[in-house]
């Protein structure tokens, strides 16, 4: 059974930097890509950002704030978070696609969840 670990969330002002950890329990993590969904307190699971082995891929919102990326080594991804603001106020998720559709954007897509960890940001 596959699983994911977040870690990396917490209380910070605005305009500070997370970096958030997803570790999976998969031996052949390097072959699925990965993606970061997050979810307000009363909305839907949105997706930030996604990574297979070549490319990397940015909801509209977080571009050029957000960064992705991995260790396949480590089977761990990273979200890098920098200048945080009051609305990116969310519990963050990770998870694995094991389909290879290619459509990282959909949280149906994905097959794996973690449980996530709380980003919460301050004024």
């Known amino acids: 059974q596959v699983q994911l670990v977040e870690s990396g969330g917490g209380l910070v002002q605005a305009g500070d930097s997370l970096r958030l950890s997803c570790t999976a329990s998969i031996s052949i993590f390097n072959n699925y890509a990965m993606g970061w969904f997050r979810q307000a307190p009363g909305k839907k699971r949105d997706f930030v950002a996604a990574?297979?082995?070549?490319?990397?891929y940015y909801a509209d919102s977080v571009k050029g704030r957000f960064t992705i990326s991995r260790d396949n080594a480590k089977r761990t991804v990273y979200l890098q978070v920098n200048s945080l603001k009051p609305e990116d106020r969310a519990v963050f998720f990770c998870a694995v696609e094991t389909r290879y559709t290619g459509r990282y954007n959909y949280a149906g897509e994905y097959d794996y969840w973690g449980r996530g960890t709380q980003v919460t940001v301050s004024t």
């Open positions: 990574i297979n082995w070549s490319d990397t």
